[in-house]
């Protein structure tokens, strides 16, 4: 399946990922991340080049917990830009429209999973387990 993900939404997710990987720690953006959630997010990096092709619910998922983690550390920036400037400084407007746009990506990828999950229901009569989230392929 293709998650359509327009220009300035990669920009958001690939200025997130950095700052979620501590790309920007010299300008007071840090995040401590547990590993797990850290290689997903380092797995995602190369994707964000454009749509991203999905071939399986568990790769739905983990693309998810990415997209999440991102757009945790986006609110965390937009808050603290909004407390050091002001709410309507060009900064946290900016930093709004990062965490708005990564908000949007993550609401489609939850939508394209729940219709995963309802469709492997549909085909083989049973709630996905595990493996079948991992091996029923969805084709683009």
């Known amino acids: 399946m293709i998650l359509n993900v327009n220009f300035e939404e990669l920009q958001a997710l690939q200025f997130g990922a950095g700052a979620f990987l501590g790309e920007f720690e010299d300008q007071g953006v840090a995040v401590a991340a547990p590993p797990e959630k850290r290689a997903l997010v380092e797995a995602l990096v190369p994707l964000l080049e454009g749509d991203l092709s999905i071939d399986t619910l568990q790769e739905q998922q983990e693309i998810a917990v990415a997209v999440s983690a991102i757009l945790s550390t986006l609110h965390a920036e937009m808050d603290a830009t909004i407390v050091a400037m002001h709410a309507a400084d060009e900064t946290a ?42 091996t029923f392929a969805f084709p683009n």
């Open 93 to 134: 407007v900016a930093a709004y429209f990062d965490y708005a746009h990564c908000r949007a990506v993550l609401a489609r990828l939850e939508e394209m999973g729940d219709h995963m999950r309802a469709l492997i229901e549909l085909v083989t009569g049973e709630a996905p387990t595990s493996e079948v989230a991992r």
